[in-house]
């Protein structure tokens, strides 16, 4: 199967190309404009490999658009890039509606063209599959189940709401023009080439350094932790699989509070890299709570797991030890980009 893959060299979606490189038979082109939150060295492994194609190009550059889909004939669209969650949306949000929404509409457009051009063997096999996230639900009360597939919007922040808005096209452009789309939204995500910003990083490299690990509020906050190999597979597995109009809601059901995450980080860097100055818990700190951050969130996957025969392989422990030891052993990259955009602000990282 030919892939086109929309921003490969971002978080999960270089979890993706590696996977599809080193795990299936399938073909990818790499669509990602290479902003800050991309790196090619996450891709780097599967460069050479004549299944894989990079191209530099803007989701909301429809002439470009267009031109992918001329020159490689895609079988399927696996559409992940999008402005991820993080306090800078809140001070601009234009960057989320521009990516998350105008982009998605220009790539859906982008696809339906080329999807109206194709003989009719071939419009039944292409599929244009649309990964969302769990916060486009908002709020989960205390005591309330786990989110489904079901679940009514509730979008509380820029982020969310430009989310909810592409989720909306996608199945829009599904009901009112047969383009055969479907949309997976997953809870948080963790593992290799994550960004500094986000909450596991985060806390990781502040351990390594010696630094304070600032934790919003009470650290009360609650969410379902996945590791990005796992969703990556559930990702491909939806292309091969999905039927179009579904939603597919991919958990782990790994809930966990940021102070536990927390605690946790500081147990593995005890084990892993002791510091003498004595036990990393002492550095957590409590600080004011950001804007627009639910404070509970997880998903019951097991509508997902029953269409796409899909388990996630790994246990949070295990899971946040191969994470741990994975930024010990690759300080030389964080350290150059944390140098360039990181941050040392506290976030609940995004899916």
Known sequence: MRIMITGGCGFIGSAVVRHVIGATGHTVVNIDAMTPAATRASTADAASNPRYRHVRADITDGAAMRAVFAAHQPEAVLHLAAES????????????VATNVLGTFTLLEAARDY????????RMLFRFHHVSTDAVFGPQRPGAPPFTQATPYAPR????????????LVRAWQHTYGLPTFVTSSTNNYGFWHF?????PLMTINAIAGRPLPVYGDGGTLRDWL???????????????????ETYAIGARQ?????QVVRAICT????????????????????ANGPAHD???????????????????????????????WYLGHRAWWTALHARQGSTHPTEAAA
């Open 157 to 168: 922040s820029p982020y969310s709401a430009s989310k909810a808005a592409s989720d909306h």
């Open 295 to 325: 404070r509970r969130s997880a998903i019951d996957p097991s509508h997902a797991e029953a269409a796409l025969g899909w388990r996630p392989r790994h246990d949070f422990e295990t899971g946040l030890r191969r994470t741990v030891q």
């Open 115 to 122: 999807w109206n051009g194709l003989d009719m063997a071939d």
């Open 196 to 200: 500094p910003e986000k909450l596991i």
């Open 227 to 245: 590791f990005v190999d796992d969703h990556a597979e559930a990702l491909v597995l939806a292309v091969e699989r999905g039927r179009p109009g």
């Open 255 to 259: 809930p966990r509070t940021t102070l």
């Open 85 to 96: 969650q993080a306090d800078p949306t809140t001070d601009a949000p234009g960057a989320c």
């Open 268 to 287: 593995l860097m005890d084990e892993l890299r002791p510091d003498p100055a004595g036990p990393h818990a002492r550095l957590i700190r409590s600080v």
